[in-house]
């Protein structure tokens, strides 16, 4: 990469991913601490049936239903919470750490190399059981939402709906690194003839 100015676009990213990096083993810290918190040092009682209603909503039509609490979800709507963001964050954290050591065989001006293609096969793994746990912690807790509040002569179903547009952005990541991979080995060679 060529410099610009004092530092080249790929030091200011690999930088920027840095400090990204420690900003998700930053929330990473605080989640796992909050709900150590949270899970030891709080009580739900459940209370008495609570009536509420519930919502429904989607393209141009709003459906709302009288329906009743029948268990507490304060504890359960900040386990949504945890359960649906930290491994997300474990995983996007795993990600901006691989990527960084990419930006740092590019400021090094030597990306064609066999660990960058591993890298690379990383990230789409990542992706993909990005897509893959984001989906099944969602039906979960959708699942234990329903449980909590009930709606006489409704009838509610989570589903279970894979993102496929990001299966399929981990799958190129995958083919990358596949052309990453026969990179570095004809590099390799080109390297051994010279």
């Not at 459906?63 to 919470?81: C, D, G, Q």
């Amino acid at each position: 990469m060529k410099v610009v100015g004092q530092k080249s676009v790929a030091s200011t990213i690999k930088m920027l991913l840095t400090g990204s990096w420690y900003v998700g083993v930053f929330l990473l810290g605080v989640l796992v601490i909050a709900s150590i918190y949270i899970g030891l040092f709080t009580e739900d009682s459940v209370p008495d049936v609570i009536e509420s209603n519930l919502v429904v909503q989607s393209m141009g039509l709003e459906i709302e239903f009288s329906s009743e609490i029948v268990e507490p979800i304060t504890k359960l709507t900040f386990m949504f919470t945890i359960l649906s963001i930290a491994p997300l964050l474990v995983l996007i954290v795993l990600i901006i750490y691989q990527l960084r050591k990419i930006f740092e065989t590019l400021v090094n001006e030597n990306p064609f190399v066999e660990d960058n293609a591993k890298r690379l096969k990383n990230i789409g793994i990542f992706v993909i059981l990005t897509s893959i746990v984001q989906t099944i912690l969602q039906s979960y807790v959708g699942k234990n939402l329903v449980q909590a509040i009930r709606s006489p002569h409704v009838q509610i179903r989570t589903m279970i709906e894979f993102d496929m547009v990001v299966i399929f952005l981990g799958v190129i990541f995958i083919v990358l690194a596949e052309v990453f991979k026969i990179g570095a080995k004809m590099k390799e060679e080109q390297d051994l003839t010279v």
